[in-house]
């Protein structure tokens, strides 16, 4: 079966600009997170998805950003006035939620560059 | 204020012999850990877990051992093989409710040398 695809796989984008970054789930995940990696940092947690609605925003580094997932399904992730400091790696993975132990299978993540 | 991290940025490794990749945590509230290992333009692929309850989990060429007095946990590989190069980053979720998301190290790149 297909795993979690993103899109686009690299944005490049001028300061100040809005970026639309889109993540589709493994069918039936119930669970949707979104993570970032800046260079040379591990994997930064932003948000993440029970269903359709965000029970945990805490992870998102300021109000330029936000997330919407609509049908369970395919999620954005929006970014407002991007700064060069937004340039990162941005992930995002699913788990079909069976308990809080579950692994989460990541997608390929989409390559943000802010000129 | 790093709560999991992997001070070894970089490890080189002779094919067949053993790979110890480090991992130490701050937070007492983490309750489970995982190790993630990506290739170069991928997203992480899970590889290995372990409760808190257990110190060692086993599965195939790869053990995960778990100290949880030192907070420390270690990744072992055995026999090391070249598909085996690859950035293992350590990840661990955090008991206390609120955030599912998990808190990742740095990585370290493991180099298999023929």
């Known amino acids: 079966g297909a795993g979690v695809s993103q899109s686009p796989s690299n944005k490049v984008t001028e300061k100040g600009k809005d970026v639309e970054l889109r993540c589709d789930p493994i069918?039936?995940?119930?669970?949707l997170y979104w993570y970032r990696q800046s260079l040379g940092q591990g994997l930064e947690f932003l948000i993440y998805?029970?269903?359709?609605?965000?029970?945990?925003k805490s992870g998102l580094p300021s109000d330029r950003f936000s997330a919407e997932r609509t049908g369970g399904s395919v999620s954005t992730l929006t970014i407002q006035r991007t700064q060069q400091e937004d340039s990162a790696v941005y992930l995002c993975?699913?788990?079909?939620?069976?308990?809080?132990?579950?692994?989460?299978?990541f997608g390929p993540g989409t390559r943000l560059t802010v000129l | 204020d790093q709560q999991v991290k992997q001070n070894s940025p970089s490890l080189s490794v002779q094919e067949g012999r053993i790979s110890i990749l480090n991992c130490d945590y701050t937070n007492s509230m983490f309750d489970y850990f995982l190790w993630y290992k990506k290739y170069p333009a991928e997203g992480p692929t899970f590889l290995i877990s372990i409760s808190s309850i257990k110190d060692k989990n086993e599965d195939g060429r790869f053990t995960v051992f778990l100290n949880k007095s030192a907070k420390h946990l270690s990744l072992h590989i055995v026999p090391s093989q070249p598909g085996d190069s690859a950035v293992y980053f350590c990840?661990?979720?955090?008991?206390?409710?609120?955030?599912?998301?998990?808190?990742f190290g740095k990585g370290t790149h493991l180099i298999i040398q023929p």
């Open positions: 998805f029970q269903g359709n609605s965000a029970p945990d």
């Open positions: 069918s039936g995940h119930t669970a």
């Open positions: 990840a661990a979720r955090d008991s206390g409710g609120g955030a599912d998301g998990l808190t």
């Open positions: 993975a699913s788990s079909p939620w069976q308990g809080r132990t579950n692994e989460q299978f």
